[in-house]
């Protein structure tokens, strides 16, 4: 691009094609010159735009974040990140989870300030959760990316069904509809209660 591209709500589309494709500079420099705005970058080089929350998607978001970072606590080993994250994975793209944890093991693999600006690394763990502007199929196909590029677990939510697709390396992904799910691998020891994600759904008002 000779020049940032600068984006308006009523004039953006949901994928950006562009010819050439970004660089990796020039998509950090989009990221940053368009603040309002989540993007990601597919490994064919398009631009997917990530539409700001909506409030059960946000609560539900900072809920399991909440949780995640507690069972952090108990250790402080590693890293965990939140939904404004962004990693350089190995296939070229540039992907954001709804909340992600990175190993002591992979964090040791960065060059120094690497976690300034969109660290080259796929996490160890990630969660994905449905909103009302996605669907299914494009999450899952998205979790099948993650996977690919290293992901060891991943848990995809669907609060509108209740259940959780889970993913582990070298293995097909399972339904688990319970209300405790329990962490392995990467993140042994968390705990996730489903119970208070699923209230962040329930409706208020007349």
């Known amino acids: 691009m000779d020049s940032v591209l600068r984006l308006t709500p009523e004039v953006l589309p949901r994928t950006l094609r562009m010819d050439p494709p970004v660089s990796d500079s020039e998509f950090e420099a989009l990221c940053r010159d368009n603040d309002s705005f989540y993007f990601e970058r597919t490994k064919e080089g398009a631009i997917r735009m990530n539409p ?96 690919e590029n290293g992901v060891l677990l991943g848990w995809l939510i669907d609060p509108y069904g209740r259940r959780v697709h889970t993913y582990q390396a070298s293995h097909p992904p399972q339904l688990f509809d319970g209300l405790t799910l329990a962490g392995q691998g990467p993140v042994e020891g968390f705990m996730l209660d489903l119970n208070p994600v699923w209230s962040c759904y329930e409706e208020y008002g007349n």
């Not at 809920?63 to 296939?91: C, M, N």
């Not at 080259?120 to 899952?140: A, G, H, T």
């Open 52 to 147: 700001p929350a909506g409030g059960w998607t946000s609560d539900g978001n900072a809920e399991i974040v909440y949780q995640l970072r507690g069972w952090w606590a108990t250790h402080k080993r590693g890293r965990v990140f939140e939904s404004s994250a962004a990693f350089r994975l190995p296939d070229g793209s540039i992907l954001s989870p709804d909340a992600a944890y990175l190993s002591d093991a992979r964090l040791r693999g960065l060059a120094k300030g690497a976690l300034k600006g969109f660290p080259r690394v796929c996490p160890d763990f990630v969660i994905e959760l449905l909103s009302e502007s996605d669907s299914l199929p494009k999450l899952q196909a998205k979790m099948a990316d993650w996977m």
